[in-house]
Protein backbone atom coordinates (compact mmCIF):
# COMPACT_ATOMS: atom_id res chain seq x y z
CA UNK A 1 0.00 0.00 0.00
CA UNK A 2 0.78 3.20 -0.42
CA UNK A 3 1.20 5.76 2.43
CA UNK A 4 2.66 9.68 2.88
CA UNK A 5 4.09 10.52 6.10
CA UNK A 6 4.58 14.53 6.31
CA UNK A 7 7.00 16.51 8.83
CA UNK A 8 8.68 19.72 9.61
CA UNK A 9 5.55 21.77 11.13
CA UNK A 10 6.09 23.64 14.05
CA UNK A 11 5.55 27.28 15.20
CA UNK A 12 7.44 29.83 14.21
CA UNK A 13 6.56 33.64 14.09
CA UNK A 14 5.56 35.92 11.56
CA UNK A 15 8.57 36.51 8.37
CA UNK A 16 10.21 33.33 9.23
CA UNK A 17 10.29 29.72 7.02
CA UNK A 18 9.77 26.29 7.00
CA UNK A 19 10.51 23.25 5.19
CA UNK A 20 7.80 20.98 4.86
CA UNK A 21 8.67 17.16 3.90
CA UNK A 22 6.28 14.08 1.99
CA UNK A 23 7.86 10.73 2.15
CA UNK A 24 6.19 8.05 0.37
CA UNK A 25 6.35 4.53 0.25
CA UNK A 26 5.48 2.04 -1.69
CA UNK A 27 3.57 2.82 -5.41
CA UNK A 28 4.99 4.26 -8.29
CA UNK A 29 6.26 7.96 -7.26
CA UNK A 30 7.53 9.16 -10.09
CA UNK A 31 4.37 9.54 -12.24
CA UNK A 32 1.70 10.32 -8.99
CA UNK A 33 1.01 14.17 -9.27
CA UNK A 34 1.99 15.50 -6.01
CA UNK A 35 0.34 18.58 -4.10
CA UNK A 36 0.44 20.14 -0.95
CA UNK A 37 -2.77 21.03 0.94
CA UNK A 38 -3.83 23.42 3.70
CA UNK A 39 -6.61 23.87 6.22
CA UNK A 40 -6.87 26.66 8.41
CA UNK A 41 -9.32 26.44 11.79
CA UNK A 42 -13.24 27.18 10.80
CA UNK A 43 -12.05 26.63 7.20
CA UNK A 44 -12.42 24.37 4.45
CA UNK A 45 -9.00 22.51 2.90
CA UNK A 46 -7.22 24.58 0.02
CA UNK A 47 -4.76 23.20 -2.31
CA UNK A 48 -1.62 25.72 -1.74
CA UNK A 49 1.09 24.00 -4.30
CA UNK A 50 1.30 21.20 -7.42
CA UNK A 51 3.62 19.39 -9.17
CA UNK A 52 3.32 17.33 -11.97
CA UNK A 53 4.80 14.19 -12.67
CA UNK A 54 6.93 16.38 -15.00
CA UNK A 55 7.92 19.03 -12.77
CA UNK A 56 5.39 21.72 -13.59
CA UNK A 57 4.31 23.61 -10.35
CA UNK A 58 1.14 25.58 -10.11
CA UNK A 59 0.85 27.86 -6.72
CA UNK A 60 -2.57 29.17 -5.06
CA UNK A 61 -2.46 32.69 -5.24
CA UNK A 62 -2.33 33.91 -1.65
CA UNK A 63 0.99 31.83 -1.25
CA UNK A 64 2.63 32.52 -4.62
CA UNK A 65 6.03 33.91 -4.30
CA UNK A 66 6.81 32.82 -1.02
CA UNK A 67 6.14 28.93 -0.91
CA UNK A 68 8.36 26.54 -3.83
CA UNK A 69 6.75 22.96 -3.80
CA UNK A 70 9.43 20.58 -5.13
CA UNK A 71 9.96 16.50 -5.76
CA UNK A 72 12.90 14.36 -5.36
CA UNK A 73 11.87 10.92 -7.26
CA UNK A 74 15.15 9.16 -6.12
CA UNK A 75 14.04 10.08 -2.61
CA UNK A 76 10.21 9.48 -2.94
CA UNK A 77 9.57 12.77 -1.45
CA UNK A 78 7.83 16.20 -1.94
CA UNK A 79 8.64 19.65 0.25
CA UNK A 80 7.44 22.50 0.32
CA UNK A 81 9.61 25.64 1.31
CA UNK A 82 7.56 28.27 2.66
CA UNK A 83 9.18 31.37 3.28
CA UNK A 84 8.01 34.91 4.26
CA UNK A 85 5.28 33.58 6.98
CA UNK A 86 2.05 35.22 7.58
CA UNK A 87 -0.23 34.46 10.55
CA UNK A 88 -2.88 33.44 7.76
CA UNK A 89 -0.70 30.82 6.70
CA UNK A 90 -1.37 28.77 9.82
CA UNK A 91 -3.47 25.20 9.19
CA UNK A 92 -2.98 21.68 9.09
CA UNK A 93 -0.67 20.90 6.28
CA UNK A 94 -1.68 17.67 4.04
CA UNK A 95 0.66 16.17 1.16
CA UNK A 96 -1.81 14.39 -1.66
CA UNK A 97 -0.70 12.46 -4.31
CA UNK A 98 -2.61 10.78 -7.32
CA UNK A 99 -2.86 8.86 -10.50
CA UNK A 100 -6.06 8.47 -11.95
CA UNK A 101 -8.66 6.97 -9.67
CA UNK A 102 -5.51 6.28 -6.74
CA UNK A 103 -5.91 9.16 -4.20
CA UNK A 104 -3.49 8.87 -1.42
CA UNK A 105 -3.45 11.36 1.51
CA UNK A 106 -0.88 12.18 4.53
CA UNK A 107 -2.13 12.86 8.17
CA UNK A 108 -1.12 16.17 7.87
CA UNK A 109 1.57 18.35 9.88
CA UNK A 110 0.16 21.21 11.97
CA UNK A 111 2.11 25.13 10.90
CA UNK A 112 1.05 27.47 13.38
CA UNK A 113 2.67 31.60 12.54
CA UNK A 114 2.53 33.88 15.16
CA UNK A 115 2.34 37.71 14.98
Known amino acids: QVQLVESGGGLVQAGGSLRLSCAVS????????MAWYRQAPGEQRELAAE???????NYADSVKGRFTISRDNAKKAVYLQMNTLKPEDTAVYYC?????????WGQGTQVTVSS
Open 96 to 104: RGHFGPLNY
Open 26 to 33: GGTFSIYH
Open 51 to 57: ITSGGTT
